[in-house]
């Protein structure tokens, strides 16, 4: 008798271990939510104090006293519809020592030098009205379809636009798909002629988010470009089928060179941010997930990344088979990922103690929305070479969407796209 209760015991026991380790992230999940109802109030004290700062034109960045400058774009002359939510906003890049800004209307903007607007001369002047190809449909009211623009690039005096192609269907419902347009800076720049730099015959009628439909350019060398394409949202199973499929564009990215393409890495949901860092050859990403699942990846050739199969984020998002871990389908694993809060990242760039002494071999991911613990910050991690992993180190709360991100090296200024402002904001010392 006491050997069958002990044994009974044994069992109950190592069920209650098997359903707390295969259910430890809802544990950890709870954990989460408590301690951020504990510490909130704290957390919203400190960023109104930061916002002051802000607002008083500098922000402290590990005891070092920064220059904080926003510039409401409108208030510049730039003009944005008034039929949209302004979401995406555009994206800038930087050309001969200003900054190139494409609305999301596809005009193109140009401001005053960098070195000028260090001193607090800012000024932005648009040289191009938009390309048919980029313009917005006047009837179309749904902001992420109608606005076509998902990323700028500028490289080798051309400037490269990446469009989620959005068109309307005879029987009056849209499709996606994915362009990319190249044209050159260097002849009259109000004169610029878009010519096809990449596309696909592929079309998406059965998209659930619009947000899905865009992607990122990098250029990694020798003429490579790296383009990144989201999932389109669209039904499980098809979704599946779909991104881990070589005859579909959905949830991969791609190296193109010339007119030559190739898949690079597949199993993506929506990646937000590209970086590739020249000196030591690595392509680091940033993802939105589900609910929680946002990752930061460094992307290697030929692996497949989960996505939908494996994902981090699994509370609201239900379909059969959706294992947490990925290595147990032969997928990688995510370099870092958010949970069970997301921050919604968007763009990474890095920067280095010739900004910050502190900040040696920095990776700073911008936010576009999460709650308190993460959002509208940008959140500093930091990559050793040598052990292949990342450390998550502080979050610098911004107080607004941050769509674009980049580090202007020249002039040792980070500069901020803010898409509830409408701005662009910029960090640096005297």
């Not at 209307?105 to 960098?114: A, F, L, M, R, V």
């Not at 250029?219 to 669209?234: E, M």
């Not at 900004?355 to 990559?383: A, D, M, P, Q, T």
Request: with cysteine.
């Amino acid at each position: 008798m006491k050997k069958y209760i002990f044994l009974t015991s044994l069992i109950i026991l190592g069920y209650g271990f098997f359903e707390v380790y295969k259910n430890f992230h809802l544990f950890v999940s709870n954990y989460e939510k408590l301690k951020l109802k504990l510490i909130e109030k704290r957390i919203v004290a400190k960023n109104i104090k930061i916002k002051e700062d802000l607002d008083n034109g500098f922000y402290n960045l590990e005891n070092e006293k920064f220059i904080y400058k926003e510039y409401p774009l409108e208030e510049y002359g730039v003009k944005f519809s008034n039929l949209l939510d302004l979401k995406p906003i555009g994206y800038f890049d930087t050309y001969e020592d200003k900054i190139i800004f494409m609305s999301n209307d596809g005009n193109i903007y140009s401001t005053n030098n960098i070195s000028e607007i260090r001193k607090g001369n800012f000024s932005i002047t648009k040289f191009f009205d938009a390309d048919e190809n980029l313009k917005l449909d006047p009837i179309d009211e749904y902001s992420y379809r109608n606005i076509k623009i998902r990323d700028i690039l500028i490289h080798n005096k051309n400037i490269f636009v990446v469009s989620n192609d959005s068109k309307k269907n005879n029987d009056n419902e849209y499709y996606a798909s994915i362009k990319v347009l190249k044209g050159n800076l260097d002849t009259e720049m109000d004169k610029i002629n878009f010519e096809e730099f990449y596309s696909t015959n592929e079309k998406f009628n059965n998209v659930n988010d619009w947000s899905h439909t865009g992607g990122r350019l990098i250029h990694l060398g020798q003429g490579n470009y790296l383009l990144s394409v989201a999932d389109f949202q669209l039904d499980y199973p098809i979704l599946e089928k779909k991104v881990f499929s070589n005859e579909s564009i959905a949830g991969k990215t791609f190296i193109i060179n010339g007119d030559k393409s190739e898949i690079f890495s597949k199993g993506h949901r929506n990646i937000q941010g590209l970086f590739y860092d020249k000196k030591n050859e690595i392509i680091f990403s940033s993802e939105h997930g589900p609910t929680g699942g946002d990752e930061i990846n460094i992307l290697e050739k030929n692996f497949n990344y989960g996505w939908p199969k494996s994902s981090y984020g699994t509370l609201g998002y239900e379909f059969p088979g959706h294992p947490r871990k990925h290595k147990k389908y032969g997928f990688k694993e995510p370099l870092y990922y958010w949970w069970p809060f997301n921050c919604a990242p968007s763009e990474i760039t890095i920067v280095n103690n010739d900004f910050v002494k502190k900040w040696e071999r920095s990776l700073l991911v911008s936010c576009l929305s999460g709650n308190n613990l993460n959002g509208k910050s940008i959140i500093r991690f930091v990559y050793n070479l040598e052990s292949k992993k990342i450390s998550r180190k502080k979050q610098y709360y911004i107080g607004d969407r941050i769509r674009d991100i980049k580090y202007f090296e020249k002039e040792k200024i980070l500069i901020l796209l803010l898409e509830g402002k409408k701005s662009l904001a910029f960090i640096y010392k005297k």
